[in-house]
């Protein structure tokens, strides 16, 4: 069965932290995402990668890094946490189908930032 | 540019109620179309999605969604609820390189 894991589901953080937040997929998917999920404005695209050191800015890259040095795995990066970066991050890893593909999530990690 | 609106953040149904979620699009070209639901405390799940082999598509646990062009809509719908549906539910369209362009989500209420 299909498997995208984020090692952490709750995390609280303090304001100036730098925060790893790490996704693994075990289905050898070349593309990968990070969203980030909040209420009322659905999910926003912040970083997504197509291949193994490659990545690319989404709608919302400011104040976050990505780094895939593996093919499954694909970590973001919060380098100076901030208040407003409280929220759920959502990791997932596209199965292509044709011209559409299917996405599949992480249960997915809930920051705090205090 | 592609966009996506959900009509209502929050629907609430009785059970065994009908149950139609609605999601209007824009896109200039002939979209791809998709539904994910995701359960308290999980990650997000594809529930159905459109590619233009047919207008009417069936999903997962008995939803279904029927893609109108002259609407520029894709609703969902199910003829039973069950408690079981109480989730959150995203319409989305496809992008470039594979990106989904997400609406805001509908919460679905289930009420006994």
């Known amino acids: 069965d299909v498997k995208v894991t984020q090692s952490s589901r709750y995390l609280v953080k303090r304001t100036g932290e730098k925060v790893f937040l790490e996704c693994v997929q075990d289905?050898?998917?070349?593309?990968m995402f990070w969203y980030r999920q909040d209420p009322g404005l659905g999910l926003r695209l912040i970083y997504f990668?197509?291949?193994?050191?490659?990545?690319e800015k989404g709608d919302i890259p400011e104040g976050y890094s990505v780094s895939r040095e593996k093919k499954e795995r694909f970590s973001l990066i919060l380098e100076s946490a901030s208040t407003n970066q409280t929220s759920m991050y959502l990791c997932?890893?596209?199965?292509?189908?044709?011209?559409?593909?299917?996405?599949?999530f992480g249960e997915g990690s809930r920051l705090t930032v205090l | 540019a592609q966009s996506v609106t959900q009509l209502g953040s929050h629907v609430s149904v009785s059970e065994g109620a009908l149950v139609l979620l609605r999601c209007n699009y824009s896109?200039?070209?002939?979209?791809?179309l998709f539904w994910y639901v995701q359960y308290p405390n999980q990650g997000l799940q594809l529930l159905l999605k459109?590619?233009?082999?047919a207008t009417l598509v069936k999903g997962i646990n008995g939803f279904e969604a029927e893609f109108k062009k002259s609407e520029t809509s894709f609703h969902l719908t199910k003829p039973s609820a069950h408690m079981s549906d109480a989730a959150e539910y995203f319409c989305?369209?496809?992008?470039?390189?594979?990106?989904?362009?997400w609406g805001a989500g509908t919460k679905l209420i289930i009420k006994p």
């Open positions: 997932a890893s596209l199965r292509p189908v044709a011209n559409t593909g299917e996405l599949f």
């Open positions: 289905m050898d998917h070349e593309n």
């Open positions: 990668s197509y291949d193994v050191k490659m990545k």
């Open positions: 896109s200039s070209v002939p979209p791809y």
């Open positions: 459109y590619t233009s082999a």
């Open positions: 989305a369209v496809k992008g470039g390189n594979y990106q989904l362009i």
